[in-house]
């Protein structure tokens, strides 16, 4: 691993996650933020700061700056499992459908409790996500001709299913409440992430990332084809199951909490690619650090470019379509395409 790299790339996310928490329509001063932290220090002594300041701080911008690292690095880094496991650089991490079911929970779950429980309309999109996931790959079992090759078409069917869903539901809900709040879930937010989202997504996703983590020097041989693993001693099978099941329960709880967050999935790891190399050992930690650090800086960008908040999922896509063209004609003839 390139320790010079992770180093820089994790100062360059502190600094970040800093200027991240000062910046907002509300600005806390720097002298603020220290204020805060000092209060802790004094047995928890908060009577020097303002309540606002405090609300801001403890209650919205912090767990909010918390989760955009967690979304960017787990979305990023799943993207470049899915792209190992499938031997295809232009594959995201909603290639199973799993985005598309969360999506049509979520939606399913403003529609029937419009005033709603956020837990539930959460519990929904998560259940419909990981069917999604489970139904490409029931299918793909049934049919087992070449399985990746599969997997992928089974993953576009199912996307297809969930997305005509999607439409029914979106065209019987109320179009004055109802279909506002499903249109604002698809574009992906961070708005009312809460500590208690991060009681859940922080296990789900630190688990995942652990779990590659372990297993990137498998990534390594998997990207092989299952005829070089299955020759190196490797159940190609076993493996590829136990990484898309994680990958997917990242994707599903990522949507569950925020909607749809497009392109960094795509376009992190081929940023990594370029940095780190292809070896999975280098290339995942990178992968981490540049998906949190393009998270927080679109977040703080939706929050801060007028006074009415933009979702986060136009500014990944206004910057993720332009990027990933750059990196297309950066990489013209390489054979990666």
Known sequence: MNNKQVFFLSGVLAVL?????????????????????????HNGDLSGVSAPYQLVFWWIRLPRCIMAVVVGAGLSVSGAVYQALFRNPL????????????????????????????LFIQIMAFVFGIAAVSLAMGIARLIAVKPVIVLVLSGMVVMSLFNALLMVVKYFSDPYEELPNIVFWIMGSLTRVSWQDLYTAIPITGTGLVVFMLLRFRLNILSLG???????GMNPALFRTLLIGASSFIVAS????????????????HMARTLAGPEHENMLPVTALLGAIFMVAADTAARSI??????VGIITALTGAPVFGFLLYKNRGSGWL
């Open 226 to 232: 299952d005829l070089q693993a299955k020759s190196l």
């Open 306 to 311: 007028s006074s009415a908040e933009i979702p």
């Open 91 to 118: 594959v995201s991490p909603d290639i199973l459908g799993v985005s598309a079911g969360c999506t049509f929970g979520a939606a399913l779950g403003l529609i029937l409790l419009p005033l709603n429980s956020f």
């Open 254 to 269: 990522t949507v569950a909490t925020c909607g749809q967050i497009c392109w960094i999935g795509l376009i992190i790891p």
């Open 17 to 41: 996650f800093f200027m991240s928490i000062l910046t907002g329509r509300i600005n806390i001063s720097f002298r603020e933020i220290l204020a805060l932290f000092s209060s802790i220090l």
